[in-house]
């Protein structure tokens, strides 16, 4: 069975990745398995900047195969904003709500027809002795003026997605898991997994 360190430290994220894993005989390793580990800090300009550098970094440190994603919301209207700070939008300690409120602040006097935004995910996979790789998903969508349904996590509850006429809060799991940015992302890293030799 391959190990695989998913470097994270978002429980949301962690789960959907391990949910989707979890028939692939892999085993997933956590960050909280490895305290010794400082923080990666996320300093890229892109998404994948910051994914393969947590990538990296951390099987450099561990010796293991490491997954590591960064993903976000990027808003037209706020020209890709929040982007790479889509976790931070509101500051450095700010939540799951103090973000939601900015977007809703910034996005007011932002015409209907023009709330279009994407979910973006990058994942960076680093295997001993060979090249990182990466994985892309995207899934568009529009920033609603309150939030609407209470799964999921980060924005969901303000991403509408037209083609299911609900919010990504209001998707059931495994709906979610299948059409998400970081769902896309992941099948392909499943399905280089499945036909890699390592």
Known sequence: MMELVVATRNPGKLKEICRLLEAKNVKILTLDGFPEIPEVEEDGATFAANAV??????????????LADDSGLVVAALQGRPG???????GVEADDRANNCKLLDEMALVPEQQRQAAFCCVMALSLPGQPTRLFEGKVEGLILTQGQGDGGFGYDPLFWLP?????????????????????????????????SQF
């Open 163 to 195: 083609a299911f006429n609900c919010t990504m809060a209001e998707l059931p799991v495994d709906i979610k898991n299948r059409i998400s940015h970081r769902g896309q992302a992941l099948r392909q890293v499943v399905e280089y997994l499945c036909v």
């Open 84 to 90: 790479v700070h889509s976790a931070r939008f509101a």
């Open 53 to 66: 550098k947590k990538a990296e970094t951390i099987a450099r440190a561990t010796g293991l195969p490491c």
